[in-house]
């Protein structure tokens, strides 16, 4: 399954530039404007929709007026194919930023790593949250519980999203807990690829975001 979603990952949602900056007809937040970077896989990146604006992270800045900084990799997570993207360090190019607002989407691919590496990925989660907090004392961290896709869930989902809640809730993150459960089992909020959402979910995706951050006051 790991594997599927590596290789099916391989297609970049349209539109995409490095920055994860929408199109040149999109609305074009002001300069001045917060601005948000998003650490996260397949599923922040937007991989699965129709179009880069179509994706939830590109979909909630542009409603708050945000610029959007979002370097995602697909199948990346805590650990998982950490070392394949050696070169494209993520926190650093976040801290980089220097952004007001930091979103850590992380944690799906790990559950393929779960059963060999489960004391690093708790460890990893511990200390991503670390780096960029201390790099970063003025942002504002959003953590969110891992994504998920199937109606079945592994045991290790829930073990890694205690950990993502633990470690957020050390180092002062607003944390959103639920999202394993907003698109998962759901075949018409899928892709053809059915591993990745597709407009629909992301649509859903979207909404259920926008919800949880108006509960944060964002």
Request: proline share 6%; with cysteine.
């Amino acid at each position: 399954m790991a594997a599927a979603i590596l290789v099916a990952s391989v297609a970049i949602v349209a539109g995409c530039s490095p920055t994860g900056a929408p199109d040149s007809d999109s609305p074009v937040p002001n300069a001045d404007a917060p601005l948000v970077a998003f650490y996260g896989d397949s599923y922040t990146l937007g991989t699965g929709a129709s179009d880069l604006t179509v994706r939830w992270s590109t979909q909630i800045s542009l409603d708050r007026g945000w610029r959007e900084f979002n370097p995602s990799v697909n199948g990346l997570g805590f650990i998982n194919n950490r070392r394949s993207f050696a070169d494209d360090d993520l926190p650093a190019l976040i801290i980089a930023q220097q952004p007001d607002i930091v979103f850590v989407t992380m944690g799906l691919n790990d559950n393929f790593s779960f059963d060999r590496a489960a004391p690093q990925i708790e460890q990893q989660i511990d200390l991503d949250l670390e780096r960029l907090t201390s790099a970063l004392p003025d942002a504002r961290f959003v953590v969110v519980e891992p994504f998920w896709y199937t109606a079945e869930r592994p045991v290790s989902l829930d073990i890694i999203s205690a950990w993502v809640r633990v470690a957020a809730e050390r180092y002062g993150a607003d944390y959103i807990a639920g999202a394993s459960d907003w698109i998962a089992g759901n075949d018409g909020l899928m892709a053809a690829d059915g591993l990745h959402p597709n407009d629909e979910g992301y649509a859903l995706m979207t909404r259920l975001m926008d919800e949880a951050l108006v509960e944060l006051g964002l």
